[in-house]
């Protein structure tokens, strides 16, 4: 996929492992079936390079909810890798935030340590509140606090 722009002499820069981690991130973000088929087309001899290891990484992450850990790789991420883990980003914060207010359920969490699970940064309060609310999730922005027993009510609730 996106290592054949690399391999038509398209003349851009970057190493083949790159190209191919790059093919991983986008086939993750379209699909189960195209994910199989990038990852079998890998070859072995490149599995341990740093951008392929990422790669696979984020994708294990992605698959299996741990958004902790995507959010870490996601500060990691070299070149423009990023860039295609943005795809891959909403899965990723619905996954992370439902579990949040299942492991939490029924105390209160701090909106801005929710924020630094998810991913969002100091300077992204305006999209955060405005997924918190897209998302039902229950919000006193006094105590900067979120309700996680009245975000499940509301979530449930489909407000």
Same mark, same amino acid.
């Given at each position: +996929?996106?290592l054949?722009c690399w391999?038509?002499?398209l003349?851009?820069?970057?190493?083949?492992?790159e190209? &191919?981690a790059?093919g991983?991130?986008?086939?993750?973000?379209?699909?189960? *079936?195209?994910?199989?088929q990038?990852?079998m087309? @890998?070859p072995r001899n490149r @599995?341990?390079?740093? %951008?392929?290891v990422?790669a696979? !990484?984020?994708?294990s %992450?992605?698959?299996?909810?741990? &958004?902790? =850990?995507?959010m870490?790789l &996601?500060?990691s991420? #070299?070149?423009?890798?990023?860039?295609?883990?943005?795809?891959l980003l909403?899965?990723?914060?619905? !996954?992370?935030? *439902?579990? +949040? @207010?299942s492991a939490?359920y #029924?105390t209160? @969490? #701090?909106v801005?340590w929710?924020m630094l699970?998810l991913?969002? $940064?100091e300077?992204?309060?305006?999209? %955060? %509140?405005n997924?918190?609310?897209a998302?039902g999730?229950v919000?006193d922005w006094?105590s900067r606090?979120?309700?996680? =027993?009245?975000?499940?009510a509301a979530r449930? *609730? $489909?407000?």
């Open positions: +996929m996106v054949s391999i038509v002499g003349q851009v820069h970057g190493s083949v492992a190209f &191919y790059y991983v991130l986008q086939a993750a973000a379209l699909g189960t *079936a195209l994910l199989s990038e990852t087309q @890998l @599995l341990d390079e740093p %951008a392929l990422h696979l !990484s984020v994708v %992450a992605a698959r299996t909810g741990q &958004y902790c =850990k995507f870490s &996601y500060g991420a #070299p070149r423009m890798a990023a860039y295609l883990m943005d795809q909403p899965q990723v914060r619905a !996954s992370g935030l *439902a579990t +949040m @207010l939490y #029924p209160r @969490l #701090p801005d929710v699970q991913g969002f $940064g300077d992204q309060q305006d999209e %955060a %509140a997924y918190f609310a998302c999730v919000v006094t606090e979120i309700d996680t =027993k009245a975000s499940r449930a *609730a $489909g407000l």
